[in-house]
């Protein structure tokens, strides 16, 4: 009862403003927020042009030539085949990058107050390595080892994807409960064997979740590829947006659409699946 009446003795206490004179953030994001709009003055930003009758004309009859689009039946067995290397360079892609992030993951994290983590910053700097390449750089470097092909492309997606998950994948293993693995090293368990039976266990959820969503990620990607000739359905857009065969480039389009809302709403339902 005493509880009860100090609280509502307790003095109201108004939020803070959002800006304050006296706040050296405050300033610090109002002189960011006034850079970004002032470099806008920088860009010749044409938006009268951009929004004049002629170009509405323009690009009226630029998207009218997309329909009807082609539905052949000679080119919609080549779609299928390039959208079936799509979807298997995003998913053997991201299998691999899983693999590699995992295992670059455990070196990379602190995985208990008196881990020595030697091999962490190194680990580390790996990572930032692998995903400060985009995708199209590793594919341009691998299609000279590799040649043309969704074999270059999956080792682009791979490479660049497994820095972002092992960065995710540390930071999973470094938050988990300490509580089981304690409690096992208590009782003179190896860490090799804490790792399998306390860490990973706990962690899994969140690891598979951040592959499923990288996966969605590497669909978008995997499409793009195909641009440096990395192969599925990318390359055959390249193609035939490069002789104007629009079309053509309006199957292709609407193709890579479904296939991302697929890949979306399947990995949207596994992870649904998994946090029950």
Not at 71 to 77: I, R
């Amino acid at each position: 009862m005493s509880d009860v009446r100090s609280a509502a003795n307790t003095p109201y206490r108004m939020p803070p403003p959002l800006f304050s004179a006296r706040c050296r953030g405050c300033w610090w994001v109002a002189g960011v927020f006034v850079l970004v709009l002032a470099s806008f003055w920088t860009l010749d930003l044409q938006w009268r042009q951009l929004f004049s009758m002629d170009a509405v004309a323009s690009m009226g009859r630029f998207v009218g030539e997309f329909f009807p689009p082609d539905t052949s039946p000679a080119f919609l067995q080549r779609v299928a085949v390039a959208t079936w290397e799509t979807f298997a360079m995003s998913a053997f892609g991201t299998l691999l990058a899983a693999a590699l992030g995992l295992a670059l993951a455990v070196p990379a994290a602190r995985l208990h107050a008196q881990d020595a983590s030697w091999a962490r910053s190194p680990t580390r700097l790996v990572l930032n390595a692998l995903r400060s390449i985009p995708e199209l750089v590793w594919a341009g470097l691998l299609l000279i080892a590799a040649g043309l092909g969704p074999f270059a492309g999956t080792l682009a997606l791979a490479l660049h994807t497994a820095g972002v998950l092992g960065r995710l994948f540390a930071e999973a293993l470094e938050n988990v409960p300490p509580g089981p693995a304690q409690a096992l090293r208590n009782h003179g368990v190896g860490e090799g064997r804490i790792l399998f039976y306390a860490t990973l266990p706990q962690a899994l959820p969140q690891l598979l979740s951040y592959t499923l969503y990288r996966w969605e990620n590497n669909i978008r990607a995997a499409a793009v590829l195909g641009v440096v000739g990395a192969g599925g359905l990318g390359q055959m857009l390249h193609f035939h947006m490069g002789l104007f065969q629009m079309s053509k480039t309006a199957t292709l389009l609407g193709v890579t659409l479904l296939l991302v809302v697929a890949v979306d709403a399947l990995s949207w339902s596994l992870r649904r699946a998994l946090t029950r």
